[in-house]
């Protein structure tokens, strides 16, 4: 059983962009892929914890602004040296124009 939890409205992201979401000390990264789906990771990079959501993402990668790793954020794998430990996926819902993040 997962709680859902509301992350943020659609209109907050743009499309291939991220933001941050802070959930009871944990940060989670919300995405919306040039297709208008929405994924969440991890929101810290598994290299040096960075917050990912200051990265850039161009189609379904997001890169760390600190030392450029990429990611495939639909699957959470490590796509480019240094990063070489794949982020942790969240299950996404959008209802009544919000987007939510499943936690289990």
């Known amino acids: 059983m ?6 943020c409205e659609i209109d907050d992201i743009a499309n ?37 959501a200051e990265g850039l ?3 379904n990668i997001i890169e760390c ?12 794998e490590a796509r480019g040296a240094p990063v070489c430990v794949n982020l942790r996926t969240y299950r996404t819902k959008v209802e009544d124009g919000n987007v939510y993040l499943g936690l289990e």
């Not at 997962?2 to 992350?7: G, M, P, Q, T």
């Not at 602004?65 to 959470?76: E, M």
């Open 2 to 7: 997962s709680a859902w939890i509301k992350a």
């Open 57 to 59: 993402v161009m189609d």
């Open 16 to 52: 291939e962009d991220v933001i941050r979401f802070d959930h009871e000390g944990k940060t989670f990264a919300i995405y919306r892929s040039p297709d208008d789906s929405f994924y969440a990771t991890d929101g810290m990079c598994s290299y040096e914890k960075v917050h990912l």
């Open 65 to 76: 602004p600190k030392h450029n790793g990429r990611f495939d954020y639909r699957t959470g």
